[in-house]
């Protein structure tokens, strides 16, 4: 019953940003940590970025520091990633997930710790 739904993923040029957006509704409740992962085509599933419940703590996979921004608003049930500087790399679905713990994972965790995974949306950077 709990949904996670994505949106904003498209298609952008080397160099450009993108704003993810994942609403939350069902029983999925604000006090648990959210984050991203991504997954390209003939990969594994990696981890992207994660937010604690009350979003004053946030990580990121060390690849993405500095370019990647994760956000939440518990008013609105919503949690963002802002991508900037986006590479060709970048190319990947990207899936919102709901942790079974409201603080982040140090070090992150994997796929198998989320409960809830949203459908994913597809961010494709390309000339």
């Known amino acids: 019953q709990v949904q996670l739904v994505e949106s904003g993923g498209g298609l952008v040029q080397p160099g450009g940003s993108l704003r993810l957006s994942c609403a939350a509704s069902g029983r999925t409740f604000s006090n648990n940590a959210m984050g991203w992962f991504r997954q390209a085509p003939g990969t594994e599933r990696e981890f992207v970025a994660a937010?604690?419940?009350?979003?004053?703590?946030?990580n990121y996979a060390d690849s993405l520091k500095g370019r990647f921004t994760i956000s939440r608003d518990n008013a609105e049930n919503t949690v963002y990633l802002q991508m900037n500087s986006l590479k060709p790399e970048d190319t990947a679905v990207y899936y919102c997930?709901?942790?079974?713990?409201?603080?982040?994972?140090?070090?992150?965790?994997?796929?198998?710790?989320?409960?809830?995974w949203g459908q994913g949306t597809q961010v494709t950077v390309s000339s």
């Open positions: 937010i604690t419940w009350s979003g004053d703590d946030a």
């Open positions: 997930v709901a942790d079974r713990v409201p603080y982040i994972r140090r070090p992150p965790g994997t796929y198998t710790d989320y409960d809830y």
